[in-house]
């Protein structure tokens, strides 16, 4: 693999590139070659402005070539082959299987994303035709529909060095909606990124598409910032810390015009264990969840990170299954020092609270040298956590938080407790969940997305999934990143009055030549 | 009319009011009766907290109880009587007609989003059955829908007393879609606004529905940024000056957890005119254009302000055809005082503007003491246009100015000068329009809606209507304030994984007891 360790602007090389840095194995502490460059504020600028260009002779163009563009871009990154894999390994310690499958769900959103543009019927196009003798007034002719925003920002996450990185998600959705993209790289995964970047810098010349549709910069703080706040930007994507996301937030709501940013931060996604089922299937449950809050090394969004349950003797007796859980699970390396020194700073901190007692480790030691996290389980009373907001905060990394209540009521005052969240979980029987009516009404404000009786973290890639949530989980509850709806947050609507009909879009025409589902005198129709 | 003067908190009047204030006729000049208190701090939290709790014990009742409420809101409103429509002439100097037929508008609104909601797809349910053999893991079944967001703050707009205010078209679509409304009443109509909230609040006592659910509030700027600070709060909505807007939305974007603002904040409405259809209906455009321009005053957010034509024979002949329709023209009572000033302020200030001339001004002078506006238009160069971008200001007003350009070149450059518009429009010929492809497609860009041989004032409340725009005509461009989709402001997506059928809301049940049309496994189907 020719790696540059530069930019990519519009097709081109980064030439006139900032600090360099070096992408770690986080397995060995090696540095990797080669190393990168970080882009200049002019090359930001070049990246935009190309991208607002390449929007303006492009977006006119049948969906057919945007459909073809991203089954094109899954097939070179299939290209890439075992190289690409390698180096995402080296770069995320990440094991081989997962990053196979991860490449997998990366290439299968883009050829989803092809077929919903193709499909075509997302731009959810209405037609009010003309009413000329309606009284008092006539009715105008009226159609409208979705189009794209303009260029769209990406900001690639750690913990997904494909699947929510340069081809990820929010690029797939961002190009299906019709924007170019220019994607911050994660300086955790640069090499990974740049041979994705070089996968579709290949895809948009074997389309025939302007190159300008995809850039990709690496950088850090004043980079994003520069991206962000730039006047020809129209969107944001990010996944990532609360800190991050919110910084991007307040700069483009601060810029003249603001745009929208879509910043999915994750938290702490409740849990929550009802007597029954805990007494029926306690030993299932510890498993699972074990399996759960430890997947990735603990690196989700969707990790569940507080657990509810009600003092009884189902839970005294579910306690020890889950600490022999916990301390059979193997230390994994985690993506970065930087998350690691994250994850031992916050259970050192954790370790100092009043009346919170650290309920079970993993047996095994974690490797320093290979970046290790050791899976951790504590425990509190529901009353210390009421007193201690703090304690909700996210734990980066294998260590989830059990909290026991009195009564369900106690519960419930700690659910009402709780910021917004991406998930929701409760296990129960039927007969638990007939008494939990207030508690799943409850959780409908607080999350995305409710699971009876699962676990968060695995999130499909489908129509009807949400992958989102009430603020701070992210900063616009009323959009999903995963999922065919992604490209929602990517359009706005357009209606055309009284256009004459060679004037029309496809999409919008008499004779509906695209056979889209529209809704015509409110009514649904492919007619 | 029994009016207290009082705000209305979740249906009681309030107690501990503020600062008194009056209304004033400003076709008299006359101060109305009673005097109005303006809301104190705490009774701005308790209409928020009210509506807090009416949200928690009624989002889970059937739909149904919210299209019986919105229709007999449309009943107590008429059941007002002449008196709401002679406070509101007092109140706003428009004439009669007018306010029947924005009276007729209101409560039509209002039906229609009972239809909206009685027939439920506006949901847009979504099912991903189970597909447990999927190979390398099973697919969990998952259902996704809207639900509501929570409380609403509604700023009511003073140029529509009736449909852009208490039980407005934010208000109407903010109730269909689940949302409890605390209404900030503009301060220019209080009396209207009273009276429309106590019909409000008698809709809600015969609907049997919490009184909750609606508040208003009479207050200025510290009422107002209390509202959209509090912590229960989920949403603004807003018609006015893009000063206020503005304010509100820095206010919410800088809360703990950010709310989404969808302030609607106008613009220039450009207006363009082509050669052939100068040439060959210029008396018919002039009046016409006129006949928009002066429609309520001026005092609408699509008032076409900025008008381009390139200069040739057909565009000589128009300006005098236009300076005649402006002198012809009456002057109106405007709103407020406050009104009238700022428009004489810019007209001051825009007769200073070197290179800019007057074209014509109404014959008849403005009356001070019934608080006229005076009809005018002027014109410039596209050149003096293109090095003064401050011309592009709105005048709010019957004010529109004329812009020349030497070239379509010279058209193409002022409206990539131009910031983002709720409306553009073009008047030409099946010719001139084959001719003007490149200034639609830039239209697009700069428009939420785009007309061909029609004037912008006028805005159809219909599935097709947009009313929005890119920044700074919106806040957020992806959204109407007009039209059945502007419900979908104020709800959010949540999806429910692996639900026991008990527990599923009947939207998402497999029978589809509500006949909505859904997303099925990637396909519409009411089955």
Redesign the interface.
């Known amino acids: 693999m020719n790696l540059l360790g530069r930019s990519l602007i519009a097709g081109k090389p980064g030439t006139t590139g900032g600090a360099v840095f070096h992408a770690l194995n986080p397995a060995t502490g090696a540095a990797l070659e080669p190393a990168f460059c970080e882009a200049s504020l002019p090359e930001v600028d070049a990246a935009v402005h190309a991208a607002a260009d390449a929007f303006?002779t492009s977006r006119?163009q049948p969906t057919e070539a945007r459909a073809r563009l991203l089954e094109t871009m899954a097939a070179e990154i299939e290209a890439l082959g075992d190289a690409l894999l390698a180096r995402a390994q080296a770069e995320t310690g990440l094991p081989l299987p997962r990053l196979t499958?991860e490449r997998a769900r990366t290439c299968g959103q883009l050829r989803l994303f092809a077929a919903v543009v193709r499909e075509g019927?997302w731009v959810d196009a209405?037609?009010?035709p003309a009413l000329p003798d309606r009284q008092?007034?006539p009715?105008?002719d009226?159609?409208?529909m979705l189009?794209a925003?303009?260029p769209v920002a990406v900001f690639g996450a750690s913990n997904f060095p494909l699947a929510f990185s340069v081809a990820g998600g929010d690029t797939a959705s961002a190009l299906a909606a019709g924007c170019p993209v220019v994607v911050k790289a994660h300086p955790a995964h640069p090499g990974t990124s740049e041979l994705v970047a070089q996968a579709i810098a290949r895809a948009l010349v074997a389309c025939g598409l302007p190159a300008g549709l995809f850039s990709l910069v690496h950088g850090g703080p004043a980079i994003a910032l520069a991206l962000v706040r730039h006047p020809a930007l129209t969107a944001v994507a990010f996944t990532g810390s609360p800190a991050a996301g919110s910084a991007l937030?307040?700069a483009a709501?601060?810029r003249p015009?603001?745009?929208?940013v879509f910043a999915e931060m994750s938290g702490v996604n409740p849990l929550y264990l009802l007597p029954e089922a805990l007494r029926e299937r306690g030993a299932a449950i510890a498993a699972g969840l074990v399996g759960s809050f430890t997947l990735g090394v603990g690196q989700f969004c969707t990790k569940p990170g507080l657990i509810f349950a009600v003092r009884c003797e189902a839970t005294d007796a579910f306690l020890p299954l889950l600490a022999a859980a916990v301390r059979a699970a193997p230390c994994g390396t985690l993506l970065t020092r930087g998350i690691r020194d994250a994850f031992e700073a916050t259970q050192s901190a954790i370790s100092q609270v009043q009346g919170l007692t650290l309920l079970a480790a993993a047996d095994a030691a974690p490797d320093a040298g290979r970046t290790e996290g050791q899976p951790r389980v504590a425990w509190t009373t529901a009353s210390t956590f009421l007193r201690q907001p703090e304690l909700v905060r996210e734990s980066f990394g294998p260590f989830t938080l059990v909290v026991i209540g009195d009564s369900p009521e106690e519960l419930l005052a700690c659910t009402r407790a709780l910021?917004?969240q991406l998930t929701a979980t409760v296990h129960g029987t039927?007969k638990d969940?007939d008494a939990a009516g207030s508690l799943?009404?409850l959780l409908?404000?607080k999350?995305?997305?409710?699971?009876?009786?699962?676990y968060p973290t695995?999130v499909?890639v489908?129509?009807?999934?949400?992958h989102?949530g009430?603020?701070?989980a992210t900063?616009?509850?009323?959009f999903?990143s995963v999922g065919?709806?992604a490209l929602l947050r990517f359009?706005?609507?357009?209606?055309?009055?009284?256009?004459?009909a060679?004037?029309l879009p496809p999409a919008l025409q008499d004779g509906n030549p695209l056979r889209l589902?529209r809704?015509v005198n409110?009514v649904?129709t492919r007619d």
Chains 1, 2 share one sequence.
Do not use: K, V
């Not at 015009?257 to 929208?260: A, D, G, K, R």
């Not at 999350?447 to 699962?454: D, H, M, P, T, Y």
């Open positions: 303006e006119l499958g019927s209405r037609i009010d008092p007034l009715r105008p009226l159609r409208r189009i925003l303009g937030f307040a709501a601060s015009h603001p745009i929208p910021d917004g039927a969940l799943l009404a409908e404000q999350a995305g997305r409710l699971l009876i009786n699962g695995g499909e489908s129509p009807a999934m949400h989102g009430p603020s701070p900063t616009d509850a009323r999903t065919t709806a359009a706005r609507p357009i209606c055309y009055q009284n256009f004459p060679a004037l589902m809704l409110n649904l």
